[in-house]
Every structure is written in structure tokens, then in C-alpha cells.
């Protein structure tokens, strides 16, 4: 059932041959129908809905997606995207001054900024684990621990620590088993980013237990942007005071004589659950389709067949594509990076010879060739190809991310990697330079 044939139950135009699901995800028509019953009933009566239908509906998506995760109810709220529970997490943290925010290479850039900002407005400092893939999955943890050490050692202390279930660029698969049993070795607070998680990797909460998980919902499991679930445990909860941006459902410290109503209808629910229930009025019906895009995937072979197909067509893709530039896949020695609906192969471009064109011939900046390729080929894709595929500059090389997904099969990456190979030629002729103005 998988492949084109199921390309049909989407929404993408005819001409246009989607290969980068992995940034913004997409859902099928049935769930477009089921997001739209949502709004019109929001639409038909206003106030009824958003005050007292709303809610039941989301109590049962939170019911949910916490049964697919194997995590209590109470622990589970949505919010937008993961960037904003990352940031949930790190504005609510109190700082003092010796505290550090750990994260590695590889982390989102938004959410590197976010701990950027966070380092220049509160005491905190950060420390960032430097590598470039491929590397070892026990390697990774290992410098985990020397990272914690040198803090340590210098009177500091490890708060925080941010990683991700699968790096966003390049595409592979991290070891936060590892990571979040080793963060609670030493003593420090767990945030995964799960962007690529629920619907991607297989994930058990209960088993993992990390302090803070977050995962996009609108990347792999099928439901509208933006939805993301939030999961906090009950134990620190009473950490997250407020969601971003403060709300209706925040306690303030109490004070005499002051009483900040919650318009709201009273509930017997928790703070840290009613905190999230109601942030700002926008469109939650995305939060609503989780029930409805289980059921579809339900329908179509389960989540063990869904990542189990995507997983094998990712790595089988990306050893074709290599095979068809002549190039390499990036891939450790125990093979643990493409673990993942996500995979990554090289261009066949020669950098040195390519810098060499730009700057004699185009007059570009050295250091901006490796970005200007990638922007141009990028637009390329899109303006004369029907398509778009995730490209970066890393390591020295042009490299290619590839996505799989239910709606795919090995004869679209086949076709991406022959119009690779031409997007390539023309860049060794410098069409890239010489068009640079109509990026």
C-alpha cells in the first residue's frame, strides 16, 4: 500500500513531487476534512465551542497521543512547535550564577539563539559540545561526561542539557537513550528536542523518563502546523510556571489584596494542565486531529509498519542516490545515523574547484561559496524542477537530506539523485554565480 499509490490520499499538486517532508511535515485529505469540521463548529457558535467543547476535545488528543507515548495524561499539554517548548523550558529555569547550559553541535538554530539569549540575559552560562558527523553514538556520550567534568572542575555546575532524537541538519538519529540516562548519572536536568520524534522514532517515555521532552506532531505523524506535544512529568512541573507567551491559566505568587481572575470556566484540572489549555486565542484545531491521524495511521499499517518502511527506504535511498553521484552516504561505523526516516549523501562537487570558479571568475567571498551553492541549487529545485530537497554546506562538502515517507518509494529518490547530478553541472559551469542576483 505504500509508495505512489498512496500519494493519492494527500494534498500535493499534481505536478509537484514532495521530498522534504522532514521540515514541515503535511497530512492527508481525511484530516484535512477533520480540522475543518473543527473550525467551522468553532465558527458556527463561537463561545460554546471555545469555552466548553474545546476543552473536552483536546482532554481526549492529550488521552491520546500519551497512550501512543506510554506516559500519564496529566503530563502530556500541546504547544505550536518544538522551538516553542524548548523555550518554555529554558525561560522558565531560575539561573544562578555557576549555572550552565550544555548542548551539542548539531542543535536546531533557533534553538541555539534561544540559549544564547537566555546566556545574555540571566546568570547562566553554556558550553557546547563541538564534533562534525559521522561519530560514534558512544562517543557522543562520552563527551557528555568530559564536558560535565570540565565544568565541574572550573566550580560550576551542569543545569541543562539539550539534545535532539534526530539532528534536523544533517539528518541522523542521536543517542538520547543514552544522553537522558546519563544526564540523571550526573545529575542534570534533560530537555530533548523531538522535533523529529512521535511518528519518527520509536519512542517510550515511560522507559525513557526524561525532565522535559518535546516532539513535533506536524512532522511524521500526520496532523496540521503547527502541533507539537509537551511532555513535563509531574516532578517538575512546578518548574514551568508560565507558557510562552503568559496566559489565563498562570498562578501568580500571591499578594495581599490582589485577585487576577481567570475568565475561564473553573476546573478541577491541574495548574501545569490548565496552564496550557488556553494560551492566547488562536487556532487550536491541529491540537484536535490527533485522534483522527492515529486512526488513519492505524489504518494504513500502524506505526511499527509506517517507520519501519520509511526507515528502510531512507537508508536504501540514500545508498542508491550515493551510488548514482558516485559519492558516499554519512554514516558512522556501526551504522546507528541512519536509523532514522531521515539520510544524507554527498554531492559530487569538488569545493576547492568551486571556491576557485567563484572567486577568480565571479568575484564572490570565499567563505560565502558553500552557502551561495546551496541557496542556488535550493531555488533551483523549486523553480525548474517541481520539487525541493534539504541541501547544506557541513564539513567541508555539499550534502543532500533526504525524507521518507509513506507517499514515496525508491524510484523519487532515483529521479533526485539524477537531478542532483545535473543541478551539479551546472554549478561546476557557475550558473550559480551568475544568477546570484535572482536568489
Not at 114 to 137: F, G, N, R
Not at 188 to 209: F, K, N, P, R
Not at 329 to 334: A, E, P, S, W
Not at 355 to 363: D, I, R
Request: with cysteine.
Amino acid at each position: 500500500m505504500f509508495g505512489k499509490q498512496l500519494r493519492k490520499e494527500f494534498l500535493f499538486d499534481e505536478r509537484w513531487l514532495n521530498l522534504n517532508h522532514g521540515s514541515f511535515g503535511t497530512y492527508p485529505r481525511v484530516i484535512r476534512d477533520v480540522m475543518r469540521s473543527f473550525q467551522d463548529q468553532a465558527e458556527a457558535r463561537p463561545d460554546d465551542f471555545i469555552r466548553y467543547i474545546y476543552p473536552q476535545l483536546l482532554d481526549s488528543s492529550r488521552l491520546a497521543i500519551s497512550n501512543l507515548l506510554n506516559t500519564p495524561v496529566e503530563a502530556v499539554v500541546f504547544v505550536p512547535n518544538a522551538t516553542t517548548g524548548v523555550n518554555t523550558v529554558l525561560r522558565n529555569l531560575v539561573y544562578e550564577p555557576g549555572d550552565h547550559i550544555l548542548y551539542f553541535a548539531t542543535i536546531y538554530g533557533a534553538c541555539e539563539k534561544s540559549v544564547a539569549y537566555i546566556t545574555e540575559t540571566t546568570p547562566a552560562s553554556s558550553v557546547k559540545i563541538e564534533y562534525t558527523y559521522p561519530v560514534e553514538d558512544d562517543w557522543l556520550v562520552s563527551q557528555f561526561h568530559a564536558k560535565v567534568d570540565e565544568v565541574e572542575k572550573s566550580g560550576g555546575r551542569v543545569k541543562l542539557a539539550i539534545f535532539d532524537t534526530v539532528v534536523s541538519m544533517p539528518g541522523v538519529r542521536m543517542p538520547f537513550e543514552s544522553l537522558t540516562a546519563a544526564c540523571k548519572e550526573r545529575g542534570v536536568l534533560s530537555c530533548i528536542d523531538g522535533a523529529h520524534g512521535v511518528g519518527h522514532v520509536e519512542l517510550d517515555l515511560a522507559t525513557l523518563d526524561p525532565d522535559f521532552f518535546v516532539s513535533n506532531m506536524h512532522k511524521w505523524l500526520f496532523t496540521p502546523r503547527g502541533s507539537a506535544i509537551f511532555y513535563v512529568p509531574v516532578r517538575n512541573q512546578h518548574l514551568l510556571r508560565s507558557t510562552l507567551p503568559t496566559s489565563h491559566g498562570f498562578v501568580p505568587a500571591p499578594k495581599p489584596g490582589v485577585v487576577i481572575n481567570n475568565p475561564f470556566p473553573a476546573s478541577t484540572k491541574s495548574p501545569y494542565v490548565l496552564n496550557f489549555e488556553f494560551v492566547g486565542t488562536i487556532d487550536n484545531a491541529p491540537y484536535l486531529c490527533v485522534p483522527a491521524a492515529l486512526r488513519f495511521r492505524e489504518e494504513i499499517g500502524g506505526e511499527k509498519k509506517i517507520m519501519g518502511y520509511c526507515h528502510d527506504l531512507a537508508k536504501r535511498a540514500a545508498y542508491r542516490a550515493a551510488e548514482i553521484l558516485g559519492t558516499e552516504v554519512l554514516q558512522n561505523k556501526t551504522e546507528t545515523l541512519t536509523n532514522a526516516c531521515l539520510s544524507n549523501v554527498r554531492l559530487p562537487l569538488e569545493p576547492a574547484k568551486i571556491e576557485e570558479l567563484a572567486v577568480t571568475k565571479y568575484g564572490l567571498e570565499r567563505a560565502a561559496v558553500g552557502m551561495a551553492v546551496r541557496d542556488w541549487m535550493s531555488k533551483a529545485l523549486v523553480d525548474d524542477y517541481e520539487t525541493f530537497i534539504a541541501l547544506m554546506w557541513y564539513g567541508g562538502a555539499w550534502w543532500m537530506r533526504l525524507s521518507a515517507q509513506v507517499y514515496l518509494g525508491l524510484e523519487n529518490f532515483e529521479w533526485a539523485a539524477e537531478t542532483l547530478k545535473k543541478l551539479c553541472a551546472r554549478v561546476e559551469k557557475g550558473d550559480f554565480a551568475q544568477l546570484k542576483g535572482k536568489l
